[in-house]
């Protein structure tokens, strides 16, 4: 599984889009890739990219509630055949990754579980705790940095 | 595919070990999952968990090295079913996760790669750049912490 959409390394590997809270404020952040296709035979071209609609949806519903998670659309996540794919990251806590969720249905248990993960200390929402989609549709995790970061 | 190794929440989640330089020197850390079980059908219980020996071989090369990369056993990356399974990361880089890796030939790739992410300034070594096993393997990558860290 190589990462057929990641840019090059020549291309343009910016961030696409940025939105959410005051950073200062902010809990955890919302990475929704916007590239990855999704097959759909009943499309001329035979499949979408869904991620685009996804942080649209999340973006819309996290400014009606005024929440302090952060949406932000990524080019690439390297998933690519899992999508929609969704990474979440806050300072000090375990990253997860998560793939194979629907634009639609995501967007009500992704804002429930970012509170839940942005107000657990370090990211691990207890197992039982957590929604049976995010259960069900990790990728990987990946621990906090820490050795990597001078003491202060 | 579930996260089936991951401790529940009710157990230990820490970190197994850390190795390494001086933090306030390390310029990436690799973070290797010993939790994995790799199938070897000529062993009395079916399996391995190679990573431990990944991490070990890691650490060691990287001493005699004297190169700031930290080597991190960690208990569980959630990717389970690609073993070996290593995060890359470092402060103000995309992190990325590979799978598949053999514990003995991935060690002098995954110190070399490391070396090049390490002087990078955003992780984003070039693809053509990269080495074949680093291409292939990649299971994820998450942009840097930016908007969930006060600006200063």
Redesign the interface.
């Known amino acids: ?3 057929s959409h ?5 291309g343009d ?1 910016s ?1 696409l889009d ?1 939105s ?1 809270a005051d ?2 404020v ?4 919302l ?1 929704v890739c916007t590239t990855c296709r999704r097959a759909r035979a009943d499309l001329p071209d035979g499949y979408d990219k869904p991620g685009a609609a996804l942080a649209a949806a999340l973006a819309a519903r996290i400014e009606g509630l005024g929440t302090a998670i ?1 949406v ?1 659309a ?1 080019e ?4 690519c055949k899992r999508p929609c ?1 969704v ?1 979440l ?3 000090g806590k375990w ?3 998560y793939g194979d969720l629907d634009p639609q249905d995501a967007v009500e248990t992704l804002i429930a579980f970012a509170g839940q993960y942005g107000a657990s200390p ?1 990211g ?6 957590r929604p049976e989609i995010i ?2 549709s ?6 906090p ?7 202060r």
């Open positions: 599984m190589a990462a990641e840019p090059s390394g020549e590997l961030v940025r959410g950073p200062a902010t809990t955890c952040t990475h952060a932000e990524v690439c996540l390297s998933v794919t990474a990251s806050g300072e990253t997860y990754v370090d691990v929402v207890p197992w039982r705790e259960r069900k990790v990728v990987a995790r990946i621990p940095l820490s050795t990597a970061r001078p003491a």
